[in-house]
């Protein structure tokens, strides 16, 4: 299993972009596909996460002005719309699943290469 995201970039105060992440390899089912940043000398903290029934959690610093959206036709997308962005948003977004089924098993806890994105005037 292997993750790959897009859509980072360098955007001003107030703008918007939409990170994209999928997932390849022979998978089944994701149960929960989720963003998480961070920022030199902190830890990776959580963005928000979405289950495949539907179930979507946020972080409170990003409540209101981002959503999580997975591609339903398909189960192994999953995109991040983010709104209003600040510049503490700056910082290396990372697409995270915690179980992927495949034919072979069960994958666990697969982390994407990371895309930065940068708030700044």
């Known amino acids: 299993v292997q993750l790959v995201e897009s859509g980072g970039g360098l955007v001003q105060p107030g703008g918007s972009l939409r990170l994209s992440c999928t997932a390849s390899?022979?998978?089944?089912?994701?149960?929960?596909m989720g963003w998480y940043r961070q920022t030199p000398g902190k830890q990776r903290e959580l963005v928000a996460t979405a289950t495949s029934n539907g179930i979507t959690n946020y972080s409170d610093s990003v409540k209101g002005r981002f959503a999580i959206v997975r591609d339903n036709a398909k189960n192994t997308v999953v995109y991040l719309q983010m709104n209003s962005l600040k510049a503490e948003d700056t910082a290396v977004y990372y697409c995270n699943t915690d179980r992927a089924i495949t034919p072979w098993g069960t994958v666990l806890d697969t982390w994407g290469q990371g895309t930065q994105v940068t708030v700044s005037s």
């Open positions: 390899g022979t998978i089944l089912s994701i149960y929960t």
